[in-house]
């Protein structure tokens, strides 16, 4: 007789699914279902008001106005999307990169749309990873690839940033580190947000492109490295000119795969992005995919496409822009306002998209437990992104001074009123926190 389970409720779930657990992002979205009441300056969501309601439901409208070619469009697509479509992504991005061209020597098996670019962020995660294998990151980065990274069972290895992005130095000091090491085969990726970071607003400068893309071909010793420039911000730019792209300068298109996204210019909820591979990747990704989804939503996909084939794409995206710069110089004028008398406080203003870097003075943490995130959420009744979030978990040297504040979704009063709320909680944990250093450092005085 085969004796009962003791535990008949008892799961024993994969090592990737315990590593996916304690996610950031679901602890954040949890606080702000907690704090609901609370104006949010941490969600990374787009502006409600900027969404295409008129140009999806004009596009919906002509792509289902004919039943039998609607039917076409509501069937299953392929699992890298249709090839007139694949056609009309690549001539947007050979707009943005400014080439005349076309891009019309890219081959289009070389293109994949997908749900969003968080998609083929976690496929090529999927496709190059092991557990153990490494991956190079600007510090800070993109708290939920961090995530995505360490459900891999990847090592992450922060890279110093500053105003003009990941530091070329400090690439080529971390690279020789590993090698040093005898670890630099077990490299697969180095991952950068290039335009208006998420969360720091930092671009990558014009001069550093190649660089960094000479450094990662450099080490290409054992195995092709891969630099995965995720460019989910490119477009909301607000000053200065558009740059070329780290891809545009990899001649060979066999080092940098491309993620772009049309959820932060066009509308998340439609979740369209491209991706383009080096051809060594396609197979798996695709394959990778195909195991996924066989093809990414194929209405959403011609919506999209055909907002870019009329011009109305970009034209929306330039009214985004100018809305999206309003709230900017909002966040940044009152955080200007409140902030520049107090004492070791400082903030990167970008040129584009949708957040501001604040950092605080080192004795005063950030984070969900400390004393600062309750007195913001429970009393002033505003919620921030802790910056630690934004550094490998496991790293040593993470700063926990600092914070995400994102503009998106908040109108210009929202984002005023915030951030005067924010100033208030900072003072006062500022305050309690000088009192309390100076009475030990009182109580350390000896007696007279």
Same mark, same amino acid.
């Given at each position: 007789?085969?004796?009962?389970?003791?535990?008949?409720?008892?799961?024993?779930?994969?090592?990737?699914?315990?590593?996916?657990?304690?996610?950031?992002?679901?602890?954040?979205?949890?606080?702000?279902?907690?704090?609901?009441?609370?104006?949010?300056?941490?969600?990374?969501?787009?502006?409600?008001?900027?969404?295409?309601?008129?140009?999806?439901?004009?596009?919906?409208?002509?792509?289902?106005?004919?039943?039998?070619?609607?039917?076409?469009?509501?069937?299953?697509?392929?699992?890298?999307?249709?090839?007139? =479509?694949?056609?009309?992504?690549? @001539?947007?991005?050979?707009?943005?990169?400014?080439?005349?061209?076309?891009?019309?020597?890219?081959?289009?098996?070389?293109?994949?749309?997908?749900? &969003?670019?968080?998609?083929?962020?976690?496929?090529?995660?999927?496709?190059?990873?092991?557990?153990?294998?490494?991956?190079?990151?600007?510090?800070?980065?993109?708290?939920?690839?961090?995530?995505?990274?360490?459900?891999?069972?990847?090592?992450?290895?922060?890279?110093?940033?500053?105003?003009?992005?990941?530091?070329?130095?400090?690439?080529?000091?971390?690279?020789?580190?590993?090698?040093?090491?005898?670890?630099?085969?077990?490299?697969?990726?180095?991952?950068?947000?290039?335009?208006?970071?998420?969360?720091? &607003?930092?671009?990558?400068?014009?001069?550093?492109?190649?660089?960094?893309?000479?450094?990662?071909?450099?080490? @290409?010793?054992?195995?092709?490295?891969?630099?995965?420039?995720?460019?989910?911000?490119?477009?909301?730019?607000?000053?200065?000119?558009?740059?070329?792209?780290?891809?545009?300068?990899?001649?060979?298109?066999?080092?940098?795969?491309?993620?772009?996204?049309?959820?932060?210019?066009?509308?998340?909820?439609?979740?369209? #992005?491209? &991706?383009?591979?080096?051809?060594? =990747?396609?197979?798996?990704?695709?394959?990778?995919?195909?195991?996924?989804?066989?093809?990414?939503?194929?209405?959403?996909?011609?919506?999209?496409?055909?907002?870019?084939?009329?011009?109305?794409?970009?034209?929306?995206?330039?009214?985004?822009?100018?809305?999206?710069?309003?709230?900017?110089?909002?966040?940044?004028?009152?955080?200007?306002?409140?902030?520049? #008398?107090?004492?070791?406080?400082?903030?990167?203003?970008?040129?584009? #998209?949708?957040?501001?870097?604040?950092?605080?003075?080192?004795?005063?943490?950030?984070?969900?437990?400390?004393?600062?995130?309750?007195?913001?959420?429970?009393?002033?009744?505003?919620?921030?992104?802790? #910056?630690?979030?934004?550094?490998?978990?496991?790293?040593?040297?993470?700063?926990?001074?600092?914070?995400?504040?994102?503009?998106?979704?908040?109108?210009?009063?929202?984002?005023?009123?915030?951030?005067?709320?924010?100033?208030?909680?900072?003072?006062?944990?500022?305050?309690?926190?000088?009192?309390?250093?100076?009475?030990?450092?009182?109580?350390?005085?000896? @007696?007279?």
């Amino acid at each position: 007789m085969i004796a009962p389970v003791k535990d008949g409720n008892q799961t024993q779930l994969s090592d990737h699914a315990q590593r996916s657990a304690h996610q950031a992002i679901g602890f954040l979205m949890q606080q702000g279902v907690e704090n609901a009441d609370c104006i949010s300056l941490a969600a990374g969501l787009v502006d409600e008001d900027s969404l295409p309601v008129k140009i999806v439901r004009d596009a919906v409208a002509e792509l289902l106005s004919s039943p039998e070619s609607g039917r076409k469009l509501l069937q299953y697509g392929i699992t890298p999307g249709p090839e007139p =479509l694949r056609r009309i992504f690549r @001539s947007n991005l050979a707009r943005i990169e400014q080439r005349d061209d076309g891009l019309e020597d890219l081959p289009l098996s070389q293109l994949m749309l997908t749900t &969003g670019s968080q998609q083929l962020l976690s496929l090529v995660t999927q496709a190059l990873f092991n557990p153990g294998d490494i991956c190079l990151v600007a510090a800070p980065t993109y708290f939920v690839y961090i995530d995505v990274l360490q459900a891999a069972g990847a090592e992450i290895v922060p890279v110093i940033a500053d105003a003009e992005g990941m530091r070329p130095d400090s690439l080529s000091a971390a690279f020789e580190r590993i090698q040093a090491e005898g670890r630099l085969d077990r490299v697969r990726l180095v991952y950068i947000v290039s335009d208006f970071d998420n969360p720091s &607003g930092v671009s990558v400068s014009a001069e550093r492109r190649p660089e960094l893309l000479r450094i990662v071909q450099q080490f @290409s010793l054992h195995n092709r490295i891969f630099l995965l420039e995720d460019c989910a911000y490119r477009e909301l730019r607000y000053d200065g000119e558009m740059i070329p792209s780290i891809w545009s300068y990899d001649a060979s298109r066999e080092t940098v795969i491309l993620a772009q996204t049309f959820s932060k210019s066009f509308s998340p909820g439609v979740r369209v #992005g491209m &991706g383009v591979l080096p051809q060594c =990747l396609v197979k798996a990704v695709s394959d990778l995919k195909g195991n996924d989804d066989f093809g990414s939503a194929h209405l959403n996909q011609h919506i999209v496409a055909r907002a870019i084939r009329t011009g109305e794409y970009a034209e929306h995206v330039r009214r985004v822009c100018e809305s999206y710069r309003r709230k900017r110089d909002a966040m940044v004028a009152i955080v200007e306002h409140e902030f520049s #008398g107090m004492p070791g406080v400082s903030w990167f203003t970008p040129l584009g #998209g949708m957040y501001v870097w604040m950092r605080l003075p080192a004795a005063i943490e950030t984070g969900f437990t400390s004393p600062l995130f309750k007195r913001a959420t429970q009393v002033d009744k505003v919620m921030y992104v802790p #910056g630690e979030l934004c550094y490998p978990a496991d790293w040593a040297g993470r700063p926990r001074c600092e914070m995400r504040l994102s503009f998106g979704v908040q109108n210009v009063a929202g984002i005023q009123e915030g951030i005067r709320r924010l100033a208030s909680a900072v003072r006062e944990v500022l305050s309690t926190t000088i009192s309390m250093q100076a009475g030990v450092k009182s109580s350390a005085e000896p @007696s007279r």
